[in-house]
């Protein structure tokens, strides 16, 4: 399992959420309508220090980061997040390893 936060979407977040390097943004599986490799659950994003990061990457003076508990939610699989300009939002797409 990996992550791959492109520089434009880093910079996408630190516009929108305000933010500053040396920040976190902590990706988490979620009770929702469901996504693409699990039924029920979605990925969720939060602005918080970590406390036990299993997965990370930092962009642009951000980390990007899993905590532990969460990595079963991309076991198999590589997250990219990309950044699509014609919306001015946020890609995930993922991609079996």
Known sequence: MTLNVTQQAADWYKKELGLQSGDYIRFYARY???SEIHPGFSLGIATE???NPGL???SEGITFYMEEK???YL?????NVTYLPEHDDILYAYERE
Do not use: I, K, M
Request: charged share 25%.
């Open 75 to 79: 076991e198999g699989y590589r997250l």
């Open 49 to 51: 220090d970590p406390s």
């Open 32 to 34: 929702s309508n469901t």
């Open 70 to 72: 969460d990595l079963w």
């Open 56 to 58: 990370t990457q930092a």
